[in-house]
């Protein structure tokens, strides 16, 4: 494993964001084999996705179902060079008192139990050395920037319908079948007000290039 000193990153601008801008967070970048992947930095994160009334509602019975739709773009443009999709569910068994995780992305799905509270919120919100990008479609000395849109429980069938089909089929961190569903992103990036779900974050990461080896 190349560690992250493997990856120079390039200070964030400091230009003042508007209040409906996605939110800058600060991420570490990893070679790992033939993947780029990705760690969130405190303070920053998705746990923010979930508000008191959000948590609670882990205990409730009714499926919790996080969706994270991930763009890597040049550092001047929407154009990806790479997306990645995961897709997260936690559900509350009020009889064995335990949380049932399940976690979906390329390269397949885990399911196991936990009993925490916290440990459920966890599992649904973390970010840890995530394969997002294979390294090719990377060149070295390119800047590049890594965009995230993050829905709580989204109510269109349609687009659990697309989560469905392309967690079905693999990807990998590629290109090859984005679609409309990929399609839509920049729109829900810039505009929060038009996506379905109970919550939504929309982060970006500092900009980041792999140095010749």
Known sequence: MRLAAALAVLALATAALADDSPEPQRMRFVENGSYLTVSTLPP?????????????ALKTGIAST??????????????PVAEQLIQRQVVYDVWDENFSVQLEQPGGTKKFKVKPHAEALKWLTVIDDLPVARLDVLPYDKVFVLKMVVELNPVSRETLTEVRRWLSQGNGGGLDRGGAFFGSFVSVFYNPKIAEADRILRIRSQPFFRPPP
Do not use: M, N, Q
């Not at 920053?44 to 609670?56: M, N």
């Open 44 to 56: 920053g994160g998705i746990g923010k996705l979930f508000d008191t009334k959000a948590y609670e």
């Open 66 to 79: 996080v969706v994270i739709r991930i763009l890597i773009t040049p550092g001047d443009s929407d154009v």
